[in-house]
């Protein structure tokens, strides 16, 4: 069992470009969940996916911010014109229903 | 609002003395309380879930417990190998399966 596996590792865009992080889930796992960790800051809830559906985007920014699952292939969180402020670690985890999550690595996303 | 907050924010001991790390909580209707270990550059991984006061939980040299407005990881003797940032999250009743989670507590041990 391979883990939550999240790519790339580290991604590098300009302010203005955009990001596409992406995450696979642990083999069997429908729910998928999405947080940011900013410098100095604790984990914050972004968006929870299951397939094909956004269950809370509560915590996703308005602008800007999607989240997709579809049904093959990995989720998909992406950035449109990305700003400075957008640098962070971004951690997608997957669970099985009513259970326990697992992270992944993470995706680490600088804009110059 | 519910929050969530992790004291202290940083903790350096000796390998060998054992102390405490505290979460404390203020929700509104409390699901499950997560603990985390985070080492630099990976994602968090998962150690404990409490689901009710006085519930305790243990793994080698650490132990959870849980009272109705706060949560402690015990560690004993610990070893430098234990050096890591432990988080705290929540998980409301309310909500879906979301956490909130606190800023953490970054331990340093020392041989």
């Known amino acids: 069992n391979a883990g939550v596996m999240q790519n790339p590792r580290h991604l590098v865009r300009r302010r203005g470009q955009e990001a596409r992080l992406r995450c696979s889930p642990m083999?069997?796992?429908?729910?998928v969940y999405w947080y940011r960790q900013l410098p100095e800051e604790g984990l914050k809830f972004m968006v929870y996916?299951?397939?094909?559906?956004?269950?809370?985007e509560s915590g996703m920014p308005k602008e800007r911010f999607s989240a997709e699952f579809p049904k093959e292939g990995p989720s998909i969180l992406r950035i449109q014109q990305v700003v400075r402020g957008d640098s962070a670690a971004y951690f997608c985890?997957?669970?099985?229903?009513?259970?326990?999550?697992?992270f992944g690595s993470g995706t680490r996303l600088t804009v110059v | 609002e519910d929050q969530v907050t992790q004291s202290p924010e940083a903790l350096r001991l000796q390998e060998g003395e054992s102390s405490s790390l505290n979460c404390s909580y203020t929700?509104?209707?409390?699901?499950?309380l997560f603990w985390y270990r985070q080492d630099p550059g990976k994602g968090p991984e998962f150690l404990f879930t409490?689901?009710?006061a006085g519930e305790e939980k243990e793994k080698e040299r650490l132990k959870a417990t849980l009272t109705k407005k706060e949560s402690f990881l015990h560690i004993t003797a610990p070893k430098p190998e234990d050096s890591a940032t432990y988080l705290c999250?929540?998980?409301?009743?309310?909500?879906?399966?979301?956490?909130?989670f606190g800023k953490g507590t970054m331990l340093l041990v020392s041989p």
């Open positions: 985890a997957s669970s099985p229903p009513a259970s326990d999550y697992t």
């Open positions: 083999k069997g796992h429908s729910h």
């Open positions: 996916l299951q397939k094909e559906n956004i269950i809370d």
């Open positions: 929700v509104s209707g409390l699901r499950g």
């Open positions: 409490l689901y009710s």
């Open positions: 999250a929540v998980q409301f009743n309310s909500g879906y399966s979301t956490l909130t």
